[in-house]
């Protein structure tokens, strides 16, 4: 016998060929339970712009699914660095920028509330959508899901 450990978005690919196959209710479960996709950028700067005493910084955008909430690294961990959120929509739409063209869409709605905001000097992001070791980043119980959902059939 053998266990092994496998992110839900290589199951939901069928990449891996189970011989036996994973049983019905696995499988069904599996179906209730999509991937979804929440990635997240690290942006470093020289010196903080922002203000500093706020957790968090939120960034309203026209279309709900292309906002950005901006968690202050610097707060908790003396770094100067912001953190995006991207919700599922909007991650799948920038998975394929380059960091550069990504940086410029942030910096774009961030110097909105902050004018004087300087480039970054580093940038990190997750790109889980497109990793092929986890094929996004979190499942969620699909709308319509019955109570006893996938969460209660594992």
Not at 50 to 78: M, P, S
């Amino acid at each position: 016998k053998v266990l092994i450990t496998v992110p839900h978005g290589v199951l939901e690919r069928n990449i891996i060929e189970f011989n036996p196959p994973l049983p019905e209710w696995k499988q069904k479960a599996l179906s209730l339970s999509p991937m979804g996709h929440d990635d997240r950028v690290s942006l470093k700067f020289d010196q903080v712009f922002w203000d500093a005493d706020y957790d968090y910084i939120g960034i309203c955008a026209e279309k709900r699914q292309e906002h950005i909430l901006l968690f202050n690294v610097h707060k908790t961990l003396q770094n100067n660095r912001l953190t995006a959120f991207f919700q599922p929509d909007f991650a799948l739409k920038t998975v394929d920028l380059s960091d550069n063209e990504l940086v410029e869409v942030i910096m774009s709605k961030l110097r909105k509330i902050y004018p004087d905001a300087r480039e970054p000097t580093q940038i990190f992001r997750t790109k889980w959508a497109c990793n092929p070791l986890t094929f996004g980043s979190l499942s969620y119980p699909k709308a319509g899901s019955p109570e006893d959902s996938q969460f209660d059939i594992m």
